[in-house]
């Protein structure tokens, strides 16, 4: 009933509530595909998922490669959504765009990174449970 009083903004309740339950029943694999589209809407891109050594370091959408890596995404989570093992995030592109994507990550809060290996143009990260 609190949306019908007068004064009431309805989508704010509705986004505190929406947080509110993030935060308190979010799984981790929730989380990741929640960075996942933070990425994308970040840096206008489609994150992609692939084996390491079958990566295509050509196939960009918009500006940058931004890419999940890893043998098998579904074992890194359990059945509860869960992270198991740690999986790995591999950005290509500008260092204006590299920087947004580190900060993506450093702000989502719930995974710990790991920087594998960096240079001008490239970042890849692993990514770990808290």
């Not at 799984?27 to 595909?33: I, K, S």
């Not at 920087?99 to 001008?120: K, L, R, T, W």
Request: glycine content about 4%; charged content about 25%; overall charge negative.
């Amino acid at each position: 009933m609190r949306g019908r009083k007068a004064g009431v903004c309805l989508e704010s309740i509705l986004n505190n509530d929406r947080e509110r339950i993030l935060q308190t029943s979010s799984t981790d694999l929730y989380r990741f595909v929640d960075l996942i589209e933070d990425i994308e809407a970040q840096l206008h891109t489609q994150v992609q998922y692939s084996l390491a050594h079958n990566i295509n370091l050509k196939a960009r959408f918009g500006k940058v490669l931004v890419c999940v890596v890893d043998e098998d995404l579904t074992s890194s989570f359990d059945d509860d959504g869960l992270m198991i093992k740690s999986t790995q995030l591999l950005f290509i592109g500008s260092t204006e765009h590299k920087d947004i994507f580190s900060a993506a990550i450093d702000q989502s809060g719930y995974f710990q990174s790991v920087i594998a290996y960096e240079d001008e143009s490239h970042l890849r990260v692993e990514l770990f449970r808290l």
